[in-house]
T-cell receptor, first 111, second 119 residues
Framework: QKEVEQNSGPLSVPEGAIASLNCTYS??????FFWYRQYSGKSPELIMF????GDKEDGRFTAQLNKASQYVSLLIRDSQPSDSATYLC???????????FGTGTRLTIIP | NAGVMQNPRHLVRRRGQEARLRCSPM?????VYWYRQLPEEGLKFMVY????????ESGMPKERFSAEFPKEGPSILRIQQVVRGDSAAYFC?????????????????FGDGTRLSIL
């Protein structure tokens, strides 16, 4: 079992719709959760981070965390073509600084 | 530029040569991390450093790879006697601090990376 799992996609979403990206993790000691966006040939860009169960909203982005189910998600509202990228879920544990990444979900927004 | 600075952006080496990759963290950040992204693969942790200290090198290959973060100057990732399998994008990230009692892990911000190609 992979430590951090994501559907590789591609996930195609019409422009203006909600894109939902999912991530599960295996380590119950995981404490901090991050979403990065990576355009092809570019570096990962931090989109959201969440530490506590529940929802965290920032503009069009909402991160959701459920530690009991070991599940974290990213919602993108009013999807734009510029949101087309690979979205990486990453996890760390307390006292362990290394980010463990999923393989990413490729998202395509269809105009 | 207040972001994480990496150089060179592209580096070409022949098999057997040495590669040196540099990283200057964001202003005010004292924690540096190196990750490698092989073609069509995910990002993998290599090493975590603070000034003059290697904190976690659990992701570093046992041979040919080394890293440092001196008191003055950038962090250096050094690959000796490069082989074709070393071809990858190497990313450096930095954070304000690591997790301490009562605080969660700080977000890591990435540089633009160094694309290493081995001929």
């Amino acid at each position: 079992q992979k430590e951090v799992e994501q559907n590789s996609g591609p996930l195609s979403v019409p422009e203006g719709a909600i894109a939902s990206l999912n991530c599960t993790y295996s380590d119950r000691g995981s404490q901090s959760f991050f979403w990065y966006r990576q355009y092809s040939g570019k570096s990962p860009e931090l989109i959201m981070f969440i530490y506590s169960n529940g929802d965290k909203e920032d503009g069009r982005f909402t991160a959701q965390l459920n530690k009991a189910s070991q599940y974290v998600s990213l919602l993108i509202r009013d999807s734009q073509p510029s949101d087309s990228a690979t979205y990486l879920c990453a996890v760390t544990s307390f006292g362990n600084e290394k980010l463990t990444f999923g393989t990413g979900t490729r998202l395509t927004i269809i105009p | 530029n207040a972001g994480v600075m990496q150089n060179p952006r592209h580096l070409v080496r022949r098999r057997g040569q040495e590669a040196r990759l540099r990283c200057s963290p964001m202003k005010g950040h004292s924690h540096v991390y190196w990750y490698r992204q092989l073609p069509e693969e995910g990002l993998k942790f290599m090493v975590y450093l603070q000034k003059e200290n290697i904190i976690d090198e659990s992701g570093m290959p046992k041979e040919r790879f080394s890293a440092e973060f001196p008191k003055e100057g950038p962090s250096i990732l050094r690959i000796q006697q490069v082989v074709r399998g070393d071809s990858a994008a190497y990313f450096c990230a930095s954070s304000l601090r690591g997790s301490t009692f009562g605080y969660s892990n700080q977000p890591q911000h990435f540089g633009d990376g160094t694309r290493l190609s081995i001929l």
